[in-house]
């Protein structure tokens, strides 16, 4: 059996909701940019459909989110569920691991720390009562190797059973849309990725986002934080508040997503797209449309509209 550590320094993030059960950070004028348009319609649209598609498909998985591409999704989540029962099941793993060939021991100990801070400790994982799904954007597949491999060997060396762990974790893909044809290449057929074949077929699923957004969200968005790559994980300073020249932006890009997701006219939106999957009659689902169903006539009444007109916006998408 192993103890409770400490969680390792991370990059630190505003609270932007009362997710958790917290107060949300008084941003004052780190924000308030009056240069700022928010994000496009297509934006909007988009990441509410991805969104929806993901908690359908996550089967009432708690979702940990890889890296920082996804953080608007995160956003939009802890808006939407703040005061429901989904509280502390949105987890945030904010770690650059492209790649691990130079890393050195201590990296890989520190890494392992980091997965264990959301719950991703072999002991623990094989006991968890509900499954736990990693969610990121994926071209290659790269970092869900990296950390998957990782995880193998840690595995391995604690003698965890891997015919229960492997019953616990799940891969969400985000990947840029594209034609649907048998021919098509994907990530999971590339032989670097073969990992997958060790789990689940359902347990590693793709939900494809327009390639305009896939690429917003994945390379150009200005982030809050700065790469968390292996070389800064013992930098004392990278812990520190952010400082930089895109952090004006990106914290009111990220509130405004919170504000979104607390639009009850978005959560319903979100219910109404979820009731599209193939697994949504699943008792799972329907808890989570419940979750957000009952945030949308909490004591927060029809929710905090963002004053750039959240309703309007997704309510010209696809039908």
């Known amino acids: 059996m192993t103890t409770a550590a400490a969680p390792p320094p991370q990059p630190y993030r505003w609270s932007l909701s009362a997710f958790g059960g917290g107060r949300p950070d008084q941003l004052g004028a ?28 996550a089967d009432g998985a708690d979702l940990c989110f890889l890296g920082r591409s996804l953080d608007s999704m995160y956003d939009l989540l802890t808006g939407a569920l703040e005061h429901s ?14 790649a691990d060939t130079d890393w050195s021991p201590a990296a890989t100990r520190r890494f392992r720390e980091h997965l264990a801070s959301v719950g991703l400790e072999p002991y623990a994982l094989a006991r968890r009562k509900r499954p736990i799904a990693l969610v990121d954007v994926v071209a290659e597949g790269r970092s869900y190797g ?55 077929a359902a347990h590693v699923t793709d939900v494809s986002l327009d390639g305009r ?43 405004y997503f919170t504000e979104a997701g607390r639009d009850s006219h978005l959560r319903e939106e979100l219910i109404r797209l979820m009731a599209r999957e193939p697994g949504f009659a699943g008792r799972e689902q329907r808890r989570i449309a419940l979750a957000l169903r009952t945030r949308a006539t909490s004591r927060t009444g029809s929710g905090t509209r963002p004053r750039t007109g959240t309703r309007a916006r997704y309510k010209t998408g696809n039908r």
């Open 146 to 200: 990296t950390l998957h491999r990782q995880l193998a060997d840690w595995i391995e060396e604690t003698r965890e059973p891997w015919a229960v762990i492997r019953r616990k974790l799940r891969y969400i893909a985000v990947t840029c849309r594209h034609s649907t044809s048998p021919n098509t290449w994907r990530w999971q057929q590339d032989p670097d990725n073969d990992w997958v074949r060790t789990l689940p």
């Open 213 to 255: 957004v896939w690429s917003y969200l994945a390379d150009n968005q200005a982030k809050v934080n700065e790469s968390f790559p292996h070389w800064n994980w013992f930098d004392e300073e990278s812990v520190l508040t952010p400082r930089h020249r895109r952090l004006a932006p990106a914290l009111a890009e990220a509130r």
């Open 85 to 98: 029962p989904w509280d502390g099941r949105l987890l945030r793993l904010p770690v650059s691991c492209m």
């Open 30 to 57: 780190l924000a308030a940019r009056q240069d700022q348009s928010p994000p496009s319609d297509l934006v909007l649209r988009e990441l509410t459909a991805v969104t929806a598609k993901v908690l359908a498909r």
